[in-house]
């Protein structure tokens, strides 16, 4: 259950780094309320993920899928460049994590 909690804080946090995108577009407070549910929901799902996994491990996928998560929905949503460069190193940033659990 760890890792479904783990996963779903890396989603979360995904949407809060949208909704910080989301804010600046639109400055209201739908986009504000959005924001703070999806980064605390986050912290949330982070917590419980790390009573059971060791923190290194648990810090190191959720800032994966969170900055992963983030460079994607800037490309599909937002516009921003889809270069293959970028997805090779949103791939290097997912298999080191990954690799990470592999070793612990």
Request: with cysteine.
């Given at each position: ?5 783990l ?11 949208a ?18 549910i999806?980064?605390g929901?986050?912290f ?5 993920a790390m ?7 648990a810090y ?13 929905i ?18 290097m940033?997912l ?7 592999l070793?612990?």
């Open positions: 259950m760890a890792w479904v909690s996963i779903l804080a890396g989603l979360c946090e995904m949407f809060g780094v909704m910080i995108n989301k804010l600046h577009k639109d400055r209201n407070w739908q986009s504000l309320t959005l924001l703070f999806g980064f929901a986050s949330l799902f982070l917590a419980y009573q059971t996994l060791p923190m290194g491990t190191a996928i959720w800032t994966g899928i969170g900055a992963s998560g983030g460079a994607i800037g490309m599909l949503l937002y516009g921003e460049s889809k270069d293959w460069r970028r997805i090779v190193f949103i791939a940033v298999c080191a994590a990954v690799g990470l659990k070793v612990s």
